[in-house]
């Protein structure tokens, strides 16, 4: 029988302290710094409502992992449905009764931040799945029963965000469950067959697109076709980040943000921002920060004793990894504008909550990487 560890109640704050990641915390924090100035230069090199609030949000939502972190593995274990269900009940919410702009209604007025409970469901997925295969047996992981609960699991959710619309988000959700499955060892037939069955059925359900979604592949293949309109999003991104060079043009001296040719260069579009200023030593260097943060919740994954925190981290630490490589390349015009932020870089309160989190998760991980969950 496999001996039980765990860190008692009388382990101190201090022991706990020295058992942090400062690798992973310094990442985060120096993400968190290039994002402010990034922030800064949007707004044009004065500090105004968008550099205020990014940084107030980092601040507050750092302050608020290093809390959560001190929290055991096993209780984010325990309340894992819990955490889904309640995400999920503020996306009925947020679907019937939330705030719309944009055409979309996807937020919930909280008084204090206007929360946008997609995002969150991005990390509840995980956490709720991580919980469930976390005590089925490897042998048992590809019965009927254990592949279709999950699946009416993340489909839920999936329609939901679709009906808001908010097409990128739905994408984003359904890979950060499937990730999950993929990881927990569903049988890789199954993905096969799901992405035959995804192709054959392409022409089916981009008949059900929106106008504006459909206009968005469009341009995705041809940008130049609309350049004025549709497309002028990403003709400006490339020509912002090709005119960045290897050096940059400087910080504060990016032209294209600047003369204000770049919309929504905050938010999704924020690294071309970015890299226009830095250039690709900038990007380079920007990318072995992400690297090494990937890296290091790996890592983390791999020296816990919790499946349930091994499983989390390995699908977080994929989850990030595609979020960013899809940014970076929607501004890059190699994938449709999907809207989906730049984890920590772009600006945006809910995508840091719920990226916070879960680095708090993973930080828990670190904490009691000795501790099983029977």
Not at 83 to 98: C, D, H, N, Q, V
Not at 355 to 374: C, D, E, H, N, P
Request: glycine fraction near 8%; charged fraction near 10%.
């Amino acid at each position: 029988m496999l001996q039980r560890y765990s860190f008692n109640n009388e382990t101190s704050f201090f022991q706990k302290l020295k058992s942090f990641d400062f690798v992973l915390l310094f990442c985060i924090l120096i993400i968190g710094i290039i994002s402010s100035f990034s922030m800064y230069s949007t707004d044009g090199g004065e500090f105004l409502y968008h550099t205020k609030s990014h940084i107030i949000r980092f601040s507050v939502f750092f302050i608020m992992m290093i809390f959560l972190s001190f929290i055991n593995i096993r209780y984010w274990h325990a309340t894992g449905y819990i955490f889904y269900f309640f995400i999920l009940g503020l996306l009925i919410w947020a679907s019937f009764f939330g705030i719309t702009a944009s055409g979309s209604q996807r937020w919930v007025n909280l008084y204090i931040i206007n929360l946008q409970p997609s995002e969150l469901m991005k990390i509840a997925i995980i956490i709720c799945f991580a919980k469930f295969f976390h005590r089925v047996q490897l042998k048992n992981v590809n019965t009927l029963k254990n592949i279709l609960f999950p699946i009416v699991i993340l489909v839920i959710p999936i329609v939901l965000v679709i009906s808001q619309p908010d097409l990128g988000t739905s994408i984003l959700i359904a890979m950060s469950g499937l990730v999950v499955l993929w990881l927990s060892g569903v049988n890789i037939k199954y993905f096969v067959y799901s992405t035959l069955i995804l192709i054959i059925a392409a022409p089916f359900v981009i008949s059900f697109l929106k106008p504006y979604q459909k206009k968005r592949i469009l341009t995705f293949f041809d940008p130049e076709k609309d350049p004025l309109g549709a497309g002028y999003q990403i003709i400006q991104s490339k020509i912002a980040v090709g005119s960045g060079g290897i050096m940059g043009k400087g910080f504060l001296k990016g032209t294209q943000s600047y003369l204000e040719f770049l919309p929504e260069k905050h938010t999704d579009f924020i690294f071309t921002l970015y890299s226009e200023e830095f250039g690709f030593i900038g990007s380079i260097l920007l990318l072995i920060l992400y690297a090494i943060l990937i890296l290091r919740i790996i890592v983390i994954g791999s020296s816990s004793r919790s499946f349930f925190g091994r499983l989390f981290c390995y699908g977080f630490a994929a989850s990030l990894f595609i979020y960013i490589s899809v940014n970076m390349c929607m501004v890059l015009g190699l994938l449709p504008i999907v809207g989906s932020p730049l984890p920590i870089m772009s600006y945006g309160g809910s995508s840091m909550l719920a990226t916070m989190i879960g680095f708090a998760l993973v930080m828990s991980t670190k904490i009691y990487s000795r501790q099983l969950i029977i």
